[in-house]
């Protein structure tokens, strides 16, 4: 079935450093694509999407690129701040639902 | 944006006893409405869809008569645990979208439940 793979953490990086968590998927179709954020104490809140082939999606900075050639989706930061300390999960739609990765810890230290 | 409620926000019962969590959306209209499991360090595992005025479609392997969904109204659907034992015991989401037709979902805070 369809699934959504993306990199294990925590990852733990310094303020300023440069993000990437990759994200890869596997569907039958052509899926919109996603990037959740869920806050410490926080619900799941969208980061940005991307609905087909090289759409860019972006948001407070951060961007990911629909690959369908590699099909990939990873999210990328160029400097990261310790208010972006948080779990990220990357996501697929299938019929309506959404179908989530195992989710990546990021910790960003001053 | 649009905003989701769940309460409670944690709960803990006895093993043999049902729990009830409420999902609302605040200033919108739901007709769909999603429930999640989420075991730690892990995703989250869609276990129900929650239809308001008709009955929900659960996913493969999540047991109707164990988890009961309620979608009584546009901005309320309720998941009851019942006889929950310890392996119950999880972090639940519910989500909805803001209107039909839209690929954006908008997530409660989650209901942390503990089976004792």
């Known amino acids: 079935g369809d699934s959504v793979t993306q990199m294990e953490g925590p990852v733990t990086l310094s303020e300023e450093a440069f993000l990437t968590i990759n994200c890869t998927y596997t569907a039958t179709g052509y899926p919109s694509l996603f990037w959740y954020v869920q806050y410490p104490g926080e619900g799941l809140q969208l980061l940005l999407k991307a609905t087909k082939a090289d759409d860019k999606g972006s948001n407070k900075g951060f961007e990911a690129t629909y690959r369908k050639e590699t099909t990939s989706f990873h999210l990328e930061k160029g400097s990261v701040q310790v208010s972006d300390s948080a779990v990220y999960f990357c996501a697929q739609e299938e019929e309506g639902k959404l179908i989530f990765g195992q989710g990546t810890t990021l910790q960003v230290k001053p | 944006g649009a905003v989701v409620s769940q309460h409670p926000s944690r709960v803990i019962c006895k093993s043999g006893t049902s729990v009830k969590i409420e999902c609302r959306s605040l200033?919108?209209?739901?007709?769909?409405m999603f429930w999640y499991r989420q075991f730690p360090k892990q995703s989250l595992m869609l276990m129900a869809t929650s239809n308001e005025g008709s009955k929900a479609t659960y996913e493969q392997g999540v047991e109707k008569d164990k988890f009961l969904i309620n979608h009584a109204s546009l901005t309320l659907s309720t998941l009851t645990v019942t006889s929950a034992h310890p392996e119950d015991s999880s972090f639940y989401i519910c989500s909805a979208p803001d209107r039909v037709g839209t690929d954006t979902q908008y997530f409660g805070p989650g209901t942390r439940l503990t089976v004792l």
């Open positions: 200033d919108f209209q739901a007709t769909t």
